[in-house]
């Protein structure tokens, strides 16, 4: 079976920053790990970065240039390093992964991360 678990989230005030962790152990074989979302509370799952074909890589507008997703094969980690916190960031962030050949979309537990001072 293969274990996805994130890390790294925390408290933070506002202008700081974080890195987030989401490594695949276990049995990896298949696995890929896409990107992140995050959820706010009585908000929907939303997109924070993903990898696109190539290993490009895709931010929305409301994260691009604060937001770096980033892929060490080795480790079968992915990473969110976050800059320029805000408040509006608060939420649980999660991981996305896929069980390869299967094309379903799977999450990880997640990691809460608050902005506040």
């Known amino acids: 079976q293969v274990q996805v678990v994130e890390s790294g989230g925390g408290l933070v005030q506002p202008g700081g920053s974080l890195r987030l962790s989401c490594e695949a152990s276990g049995t990896v074989f298949g696995i890929y790990l896409k990107g992140w979302y995050r959820q706010a509370p009585g908000k929907q799952r939303e997109l924070v970065a993903m990898?696109?074909?190539?290993?490009?890589?895709f931010y929305p507008p409301d994260v691009e240039g604060r937001f770096t997703i980033s892929r060490d094969n080795v480790k079968n980690t992915i990473y969110l390093q976050m800059n320029g916190l805000k408040p509006e960031d608060t939420a649980v962030y999660s991981c996305?992964?896929?069980?390869?050949?299967?094309?379903?979309?799977?999450w990880g537990q997640g990691t809460q991360v608050t902005v506040s001072t």
């Open positions: 990898f696109t074909s190539n290993e490009n890589t």
């Open positions: 996305n992964y896929e069980k390869r050949p299967s094309v379903f979309d799977y």
